[in-house]
């Protein structure tokens, strides 16, 4: 997740603290999620989630559940795709499976020397 991400590379909040200073003084706690931190705190802080910073567009958790069982089914489905189509490539009109004959090779064309 975006926030495990940030917490483990900058657990204090230092990259954050530079670059959105709105949040400058918030507890490193809070920092990569502002919006958890109790009001006592965002006041302390000087900050307000939803006036001096917006509130979070998602709940990641709930979205990132939502986008894998998306990507399952997608790869399911792609899965069943290839299955049906590479059994109905495997026979020709002959009922032979293709694995049985050795490819064809094209003839080289020889071109003369000037």
């Known amino acids: 997740s975006p926030v495990t991400f940030q917490k483990k590379n900058d657990p204090h909040g230092h990259f954050i603290r530079k670059w959105v ?10 920092i ?7 009001i006592a705190i965002q006041k302390q802080a000087g900050i307000q989630i939803g006036v001096d910073y917006p509130k979070p567009i998602v709940d990641h958790a709930v ?22 189509s590479s059994k109905a490539a495997q026979k020709n009109s002959k009922g032979k499976s293709y694995m049985d004959e050795p490819p064809k090779k094209k003839a ?3 071109t003369k020397l000037k």
Do not use: G, I, R
């Open 21 to 30: 200073p709105e949040l400058a003084n918030l507890p490193a706690k809070y």
């Open 32 to 38: 990569y999620e502002p919006w958890k931190a109790p």
């Open 63 to 84: 979205v990132s559940k939502e986008n894998m069982n998306k990507m399952s089914l997608a790869y399911d489905a792609h899965k069943d795709k290839s299955a049906d």
């Open 108 to 110: 080289k064309k020889q």
